[in-house]
Each structure stands twice: as C-alpha cells, then as structure tokens.
C-alpha cells in the first residue's frame, strides 16, 4: 500500500469524506505516517462521525503519531461534546497516550455515561491513566456500574476492575452481598477474574450462577 501524502488540511478533509472506507483508512494512514499539526483538527473533527471500526482506530494511531503537545489539549475538549462517539473516541485517544495530567478530566460522569460505548472507554482510560493513590476511589465509581448492560458491557467492567488489581478487591467483594442478584452475580464473577485473570468471564459467570443456585438465588445464561 502507498501513502499519498495529504497536501493540506482541507486535502486531507476532503479525503476523508469519501464514501470508500478503503479510501478514508488511505488517507488517514497517510496523515499519521506524515504528521503534521493542522491535521490534528481534522482527524478529531473525524472521529465523532467516522462510521468504520478500523479507519475509527486508524484515526487514533494517527492522533498518537502527531505526539501529546500537538493533540492531548484538543482531544480533551471532545469530552464535553453532545456527541457521543467523540467522547467515546477521544477516551479511547487518550488511553493510547496514558499521560497522567489527563485524569482530572476522567469524570464521574463519563464513568457512569448513558451511552454504554462511552462509559466503556472511560473504563479503560481511567484505569491506563489512573494515579496510584486515587485507583481506591475509582474502584468504588467502577463498582457502581456492576450488572449494566449486555454481556460484553459486563464483560469490559471485569475487565477494568482486575487490570487495577489488588485496590479493587475490596470493593468487588463488597458487592458480592448486594441484595441485587444481578449485582452479586456479577461482582462474584469479577471475584473469580481477579483471583484467576487467565478464566474466562463466561465461566466465571457459570461459576458465579451456580454458586447463586445453590443459595437459591435466579440465576441467567450469559
């Protein structure tokens, strides 16, 4: 594959709307191979309504190309945008460049967002950027979210929960006994990930299930 080198912002705007995915993938590699900081706007503008998995991860890779000083402080200002898309792609931006500043901007609110796709990328931004001492206090928030959601939502919480490890234990087990069902079955899942990361969620939701029943709880098929 060759890069074509964009001439300009507006050349690579205009690349970018082709109705070809192939195309758009072309032109955002080529911008990310070539940097340059008036493509920062551009390719941001891109991700909140760029359609396609793969030019979508493109995108970001080609922010990360351009380096933290040129592209952090404009992808921080997407995270207020009525789109949802924009914040979840910017999340997902920010966890590629781990910098340690960005937390304060990893809100309540986009921890517990209303669009699933959002908070899933807040999920994983907060616990790639998260300092040491405040990995308590997001586990408590995360813990907040147990049993929302379809199979993968739940499946990405346990996920965040056990890459932050030891701190979150605590708060997992706490939420074993929550008089939810959901919520306990949930938790004791995330339970078993964090003892054995290398178990699968949908066993250790098995596991979870059968442990209910013999309490007499309902239990779900994943």
Request: charged share 25%; aromatic share 4%; net charge negative.
């Amino acid at each position: 594959m060759t890069h074509t080198r964009p001439h300009g912002a507006q050349s690579l705007r205009t690349r970018l709307q082709s109705p070809d995915p192939s195309a758009r993938l072309q032109a955002t590699l080529s911008a990310g191979t070539y940097p340059r900081p008036e493509y920062v706007d551009v390719l941001v503008e891109r991700c909140a309504i760029e359609p396609d998995f793969y030019v979508r991860d493109m995108l970001t890779w080609a922010l990360t190309r351009h380096g933290a000083p040129a592209t952090v402080d404009r992808v921080l200002r997407e995270l207020t945008s009525q789109i949802p898309q924009a914040r979840s792609q910017s999340l997902h931006t920010l966890s590629k460049f781990g910098d340690p500043r960005t937390w304060p901007a990893i809100t309540t609110e986009l921890l517990q967002d209303d669009d699933a796709e959002v908070a899933r990328a807040a999920w994983r931004a907060a616990v790639a950027i998260v300092p040491p001492d405040d990995v308590a206090d997001l586990a408590e928030v995360l813990a907040t979210q147990f049993d929302r959601g379809d199979h993968e939502v739940r499946r990405s919480l346990s996920r965040a929960l056990v890459d932050l490890g030891d701190a979150a234990s605590a708060v997992v087990e706490r939420a074993t006994t929550h008089p939810d069902t959901g919520v306990r079955r949930h938790a004791m899942a995330t339970e078993r990930l964090i003892q054995d990361p290398d178990e699968g969620f949908e066993a250790a939701v098995d596991e979870a299930n059968r442990v209910l029943a013999l309490l007499g709880s309902p239990v779900v098929r994943e």
